[in-house]
């Protein structure tokens, strides 16, 4: 089993919609929990941390459920500039490296 | 604030050559990271530095190494290169490996092709 899974999509929506991605990860000592987007052939930037108690950017929100060992990403009103692939990270909890899903990727179409 | 620096952008090299990757991390920053990110594949943890030493090694074999120097820079090494290892090698650092991480800021990757 992968220590981080998520669906690889893609995911084709038209721009104004709500996206989902959920993700898992495998470790239930895991402390610490992010949303990176990486653009084609760039290098992956962070998105946001995820907290337990959810937390919001603008139109992204990311929830986290400690006890189903599950991540998600909502993005609402998609943009063009949303196109990209989302990695969903975990933080090893014995050390400082982060382990990192295949990510999901995103497509908005005008 | 410089961010990450990895050299070169792109390296083509053939296959049995050693290829060597350099990075500079942020100001103040200790630890380094190194990723593998094959094509169409996630990343892939290589090494951690911090404080010079090497700290944790992912699941590859010892022909790829590294170090790190007293000001924090690193090389990661790749011995009798393979085709397979084509890819797009990340570094990122961290100010430290305790409590506040914040997650990496990632260097703009180092494109290896092996022919």
Same mark, same amino acid.
């Given at each position: 089993r992968k220590e981080v899974e998520q669906d690889p999509g893609p995911f084709n929506v038209p721009e104004g919609a709500t996206v989902a991605f959920n993700c898992t990860y495998?470790?239930?000592?895991?402390?610490s929990f992010f949303w990176y987007r990486q653009d084609c052939r760039k290098e992956p930037k962070l998105l946001m941390s995820v907290y337990s108690s959810g937390n919001e950017d603008g139109r992204f929100t990311a929830q986290l459920n400690r006890a189903s060992q599950y991540i998600s990403l909502l993005i609402r009103?998609?943009?063009?500039?949303?196109?990209a692939t989302y990695l969903c990270v975990v933080r090893d909890n014995q050390g400082g490296k982060l382990i990192f899903g295949q990510g999901t990727e995103l497509s908005v179409k005008p | 604030e410089a961010g990450v620096t990895q050299s070169p952008t792109h390296l083509i090299k053939t296959r049995g050559q050693q290829a060597t990757l350099r990075c500079s991390p942020i100001s103040g920053h200790t630890s380094v990271y190194w990723y593998q990110q094959a094509l169409g594949l996630g990343l892939q943890f290589l090494l951690w530095y911090d404080e010079g030493e090497e700290r944790n090694r992912g699941n /590859?074999?010892?022909?790829f190494s590294g170090r790190q120097f007293p000001n924090y820079s690193s090389e990661l090494n790749v011995n009798?290169?393979?085709?397979?290892?084509?890819a797009l090698y990340l570094c990122a650092s961290t100010r430290?490996?305790?409590?506040? /991480?914040?997650g990496y800021t990632f260097g703009s990757g180092t494109r290896l092709t092996v022919v």
């Amino acid at each position: 089993r992968k220590e981080v899974e998520q669906d690889p999509g893609p995911f084709n929506v038209p721009e104004g919609a709500t996206v989902a991605f959920n993700c898992t990860y495998s470790n239930s000592a895991s402390q610490s929990f992010f949303w990176y987007r990486q653009d084609c052939r760039k290098e992956p930037k962070l998105l946001m941390s995820v907290y337990s108690s959810g937390n919001e950017d603008g139109r992204f929100t990311a929830q986290l459920n400690r006890a189903s060992q599950y991540i998600s990403l909502l993005i609402r009103d998609s943009k063009l500039s949303d196109s990209a692939t989302y990695l969903c990270v975990v933080r090893d909890n014995q050390g400082g490296k982060l382990i990192f899903g295949q990510g999901t990727e995103l497509s908005v179409k005008p | 604030e410089a961010g990450v620096t990895q050299s070169p952008t792109h390296l083509i090299k053939t296959r049995g050559q050693q290829a060597t990757l350099r990075c500079s991390p942020i100001s103040g920053h200790t630890s380094v990271y190194w990723y593998q990110q094959a094509l169409g594949l996630g990343l892939q943890f290589l090494l951690w530095y911090d404080e010079g030493e090497e700290r944790n090694r992912g699941n /590859f074999p010892p022909r790829f190494s590294g170090r790190q120097f007293p000001n924090y820079s690193s090389e990661l090494n790749v011995n009798a290169l393979e085709l397979e290892d084509s890819a797009l090698y990340l570094c990122a650092s961290t100010r430290n490996a305790g409590q506040g /991480f914040l997650g990496y800021t990632f260097g703009s990757g180092t494109r290896l092709t092996v022919v």
